[in-house]
């Protein structure tokens, strides 16, 4: 984790650094790019305006996160473009289940991932990647990307979205499995082929 | 009792959040060394960590 810095210190390239992490956590729940730069840009004249309210109890990427959730908030409620979320979360229950019989084995085996560190080298696994982050339920994706792309705890996860501990790490381990399935499939299965 | 790997799986994420507790860690390591498929899906855990840490700068080099 980032150390704690005082309000004095936080200047534009200090919040810069922090930007490739916002626009990616941004361009994956609203996925549109315009709509994610603009939020962004909120973000950071909302950190300049609010500097001295930020008091170094956490890190700058966890300060500057809980901005964007409010402004990604903001922004949905305007468009209204949360219409559908109701349905989508009730397919979460049945997700990990369909992974595993009922004897609590896999449905279908775990493959060997050939040159695991060679994708990580690849713009098109990372790609890849996007698509399935994209195949999760909104609150499964918020919850995955707020813990492995902005680095947050489990008990900061908890504060900012107000979701249990209990269901943070079901949400977490649904998010996991289904990637990891996801990955199989979508880059690893074909990449065995060549 | 020997966990299954829906339980394994469930202690495998659960490790990249808070530090399980002994018997949690002696139970996954009895399973692992026999279960090749929990085996797998660890260190895949693992590197989905880690591709997601490089997601943000992943665009940079195109």
Known sequence: MTPAVTAAKIDLSELDRHRPYLLKFAMLQLRQKDAAEDVVQDVFLAALKGAQGFAGRSSVRTWLTSILLNKIADYRARAQRETSLDARQEQDAESVDALFQANGTYVSMPQEWRNPEEALGDRRFFEALERCLEGLSPRDARTFLLRELMGLSIDEICKETGVSATNCSVILHRARMRLRACLEARWFAGAAET | ?62
């Open chain 2, 1 to 62: 009792m020997m966990p299954t790997c829906r339980q394994v799986s469930d202690l495998l994420s659960e490790r990249l959040d808070r530090r399980l507790r002994p018997m949690e860690r002696l139970r996954l390591r009895i399973h692992l060394a026999m279960c090749k498929a929990c085996a797998r899906v660890e260190g895949q855990l693992e590197l989905l960590r880690k591709a997601m840490s490089e997601l943000p700068k992943s665009r940079r080099d195109s």
